[in-house]
Structure formats: structure tokens, C-alpha cells
């Protein structure tokens, strides 16, 4: 069982990177996956959670309007699109996998978790 997120990288400020959080051995599409960030000195952060259908999708207040979640069950794969990246986005992000509150959308209870991918934004 393990989870990947890939698609990290260096990028300048206002650019696009995409995320990818794949699963290996482990079916994504039983699960809801969130996306998280933390940066050295700080919490981690769940950024965005999207459910197990796709049909309910949070997002934290300090990326909505920029990324957008999505999935695809069929390539067990979920995806983070960024764009118009700013300085304050760069950190390390992570996918893991488990429930949704329906209460607010957000992620709970994650069961997995997948190694992270840098993402730095540059001035």
C-alpha cells in the first residue's frame, strides 16, 4: 500500500505546477484524499479534500480561486492543479487518504499518508 505525490517543483511566482497523488497497490477510489502542505517550523496543513466520488471538494480559504482538486478513479489518481503560485505557497505537499467531514468538507481520520513533493515559488 503506498501513496506518491509527485509533480513538485521550482516555479516563479504567478506560475502553474500540478500535483499528482497516485496510488500503488491501493485503490483511491474508496477513500477521500486531501492534499496537505507544511513548511519547517510550522503545522501541516490540509489545503484542499476532495470525497470519494468527487462530488464534495474543500478548500482552505488561502487557495481557493487558484487550485483546484480533482480526480480521476479510474487512473487511481487524484490531482492538484496550482496555479497563480505566490511566495507563501512553497512548502512540502502531501496526499494522503481518508474520510470527509460532511459537516465542512474537510479531510478526517487519514489512514494513509504518500511521501511529499517540494514545491518552491520564487520572486
Known amino acids: 500500500v503506498q501513496l506518491q505525490a509527485s509533480g513538485g517543483g521550482l516555479v516563479q511566482v504567478g506560475g502553474s505546477l500540478r500535483l499528482t497523488c497516485a496510488g500503488s497497490g491501493f485503490d483511491l477510489g474508496g477513500y477521500a484524499i486531501g492534499w496537505f502542505r507544511q513548511v519547517p517550523g510550522k503545522e501541516r496543513e490540509g489545503i484542499s479534500c476532495?470525497?470519494?466520488?468527487?462530488?464534495?471538494?474543500y478548500y482552505v480559504d488561502s487557495v481557493k480561486g487558484r487550485f483546484t482538486i480533482s480526480r480521476d478513479n479510474a487512473k487511481n489518481a487524484v490531482y492538484l492543479q496550482m496555479n497563480s503560485l505566490k511566495t507563501d505557497d512553497t512548502a512540502v505537499y502531501s496526499c494522503a487518504a481518508g474520510f470527509i467531514d460532511f459537516d465542512d468538507y474537510k479531510c478526517v481520520g487519514m489512514e494513509y499518508w504518500g511521501e511529499g513533493t517540494q514545491v518552491t515559488v520564487s520572486s
Open positions: 476532495i470525497s470519494s466520488g468527487g462530488g464534495d471538494i
